[in-house]
């Protein structure tokens, strides 16, 4: 979800204002993936990397994210929406990391719209993490050298390492920076120059439809 601080620049406005702007387009992408069937919604919330921003950025987004969980968890709930947080969650403080982990569980049982956020996440930490974890059942004898392989790995990612049918990267940047690049290996990539905060339902119906019409051979 990128550009709200352009967004915000672009009209005079501090760089904060964008990212609350960004909110409101995130309410309105998620009401229509639920209202129109899409299985799992994930959203590049906030990377590994965008520690490196300004302190008082950080923080407030920090802050940002724990008001809106705590503001939509309730609306998420009665839309039945499942929602999972993904990334290294070590950085956040005692009270963010309750409130993801309250929010996870009240909306567990939910059987519509899988919403996951990626929060201080970045794909090199996502497969480090597996190798991580693999490295320890190894060690403990619980799988065998010979066992590893792109199935194991795949369990041990976020996501359990599904794959990704389409990527959506909005204000004109064309890279992944970092993100699912285990879950990307064959997804279609969109790129639109509309920054996130004016992203809505018509342009994500553009990128459905310019996914409906792409051939899809997964290297075959």
């Not at 501090?14 to 387009?25: C, E, W």
């Not at 929602?83 to 009240?106: H, N, R, T, W, Y």
């Not at 041990?156 to 890279?175: F, N």
């Not at 997804?187 to 120059?193: K, R």
């Amino acid at each position: 979800m990128d550009g709200n601080g352009r967004w915000a620049e672009s009209r005079g406005l501090p760089r904060v204002k964008g990212h609350h702007q960004g909110v409101n387009a995130v309410r309105k992408v998620v009401k229509y993936c639920g209202d129109i069937g899409v299985e799992r919604l994930t959203l590049f919330a906030l990377s590994s990397e965008n520690k490196g921003r300004p302190k008082e950025e950080v923080k407030w987004l920090l802050k940002l994210f724990l008001a809106t969980l705590k503001l939509e968890v309730n609306k998420l709930n009665k839309a039945n929406v499942c929602l999972e947080v993904i990334g290294d969650m070590s950085m956040f403080g005692k009270q963010l990391q309750e409130g993801v982990a309250s929010a996870e569980k009240l909306l567990s049982s939910n059987t519509g719209l899988k919403l996951v956020i990626a929060a201080n996440y970045g794909g090199k930490w996502d497969i480090t993490q597996a190798v991580r974890k693999i490295a320890e059942l190894n060690k403990s004898g619980g799988v065998r050298t010979s066992a590893i392989d792109e199935s194991l790995i795949a369990q041990h990612l976020c996501l359990s390492g599904s794959p990704v049918d389409l990527l959506i990267r909005t204000s004109g940047e064309q890279r992944i920076s970092n993100f699912l690049l285990w879950q990307l290996a064959y997804s279609e990539l969109y790129f639109t120059d509309t920054f996130w905060p004016d992203f809505d339902e018509r342009c994500l119906e553009e990128a459905l439809q310019s996914f409906e019409g792409r051939a899809r051979r997964f290297g075959r």
